[in-house]
């Protein structure tokens, strides 16, 4: 077996598709299996049979989401008794470009869609055409939740985190349209500069709808304490906490976190700077380049802490994805990932 794939029949883009799995086994062929996977905990028993059959290529159907919860509980799977001292490594982990931004997929250079990206991987397979990877860092992530009240431990891996402030409120704002996609990243920046005239004035009084508040609660501060390689910054309100292994490109309208692609670092931006402090950074967020400012640090790094202040947690976006009443966490550079850089047409035949 060389190729092994999970679907979620219950993502947004695959709830019309019910014959999604039969089109993705038809394109694999006798080269691989096709699962479903309708629930994360439904992930583990899958990877363990991929493990089992030593499939080369792990393909999430799916974008940076699908591929994250791959990769944490192929860890996990790789930790348990069966496994360990087999000297069993992650195999190449390979996402379809089925999300809504696909940072991961872009970074590597992977073109097609889910459909063209598996048939050129079997037709490669099949003619021993000799298939690139590409090496990224991850980010080991280990942090404290509160569940029922009780605080639960949890480890995940990653590549880009919205912790709080700007970042984590533009993905609220980004995840709650009826079809995020490029074109929701510029609503989402046009309607904050927009309305931050108002919002940000005593002319939020006025009635004017949802523009006398939009700006406020994307530049609304989480309550935290940082550290960075053990430094504590001052203060305890930052209006940025951001951290990522890897440059990451939104839509090709943002790109941020250029300083990650050093091997061995992460890219920390974090601060407490003005909404205007942000606004004034929109052309450098644009070309990529660091964001400068008062209170703005862009930095590389190799640890970052960070904890919820008082009686607030935080609810961080990790790689797309959302985990709710966060007390603690903690980053450092993971394991490398081995990602096949697949070039397809953007749908080719089975």
């Known amino acids: 077996m060389e190729i092994g794939v999970i679907t979620n029949p219950n993502s947004r883009k695959n709830r019309n598709r019910p014959d999604r799995a039969e089109r993705l086994q038809r394109i694999v062929g006798s080269l691989g299996e096709v699962h479903k996977t309708e629930s994360i905990q439904s992930i583990k028993p899958v990877l363990r049979e991929f493990l089992r059959k030593r499939a080369r290529y792990w393909v999430a159907d799916g974008g940076d989401g699908a591929l994250h919860w791959m990769l944490r509980m192929g860890m996990e799977v790789l930790q348990e008794d069966e496994f360990v001292g087999q000297a069993i490594t992650l195999p190449m982990a390979l996402p379809t470009k089925g999300g809504t931004i696909d940072f991961v997929a872009t970074n590597v250079g992977i073109q097609g869609d889910a459909e063209g990206i598996l048939s050129t991987l079997r037709h490669s397979l099949e003619g021993g055409k000799a298939i690139v990877d590409t090496e990224v860092d991850s980010m080991v992530i280990d942090g404290v939740q509160v569940v029922d009240g009780a605080e639960v431990p949890f480890r995940t891996y990653g590549f880009a985190v919205a912790a709080g402030g700007i970042g984590q409120r533009f993905f609220e704002k980004y995840y709650d349209d009826a ?47 940082i550290q ?123």
């Open 179 to 225: 079809d995020p996609n490029p074109r929701t990243i510029v609503k989402v920046v046009a309607n904050t500069v927009a309305s931050a005239p108002i919002a940000l004035s005593p002319l939020s009084r006025l009635p004017l709808g949802r523009m006398t508040s939009y700006a406020k609660e994307m530049f609304e501060p989480t309550r935290c304490t």
């Open 228 to 350: 960075l390689d053990g430094m504590k910054l001052p203060g305890d309100q930052f209006t940025g906490v951001h951290v990522a292994s890897m440059s990451i490109n939104l839509g090709n309208v943002l790109r941020f976190f250029g300083k990650a692609d050093s091997p061995g670092l992460m890219n920390a931006i974090v601060g407490s700077p003005s909404p205007w402090g942000i606004i004034r950074n929109l052309a450098r967020m644009a070309r990529g380049e660091e964001m400068r400012g008062r209170n703005i640090l862009d930095r590389p790094c190799r640890e970052m802490i960070i904890e919820a202040g008082g009686d607030s947690l935080m609810a961080p976006i990790i790689d797309g994805e959302l985990y709710r009443n966060v007390k603690k966490l903690e980053f450092r550079i993971g394991p490398r990932v081995h990602i096949p850089k697949v070039i397809a047409t953007k749908q080719a035949a089975a």
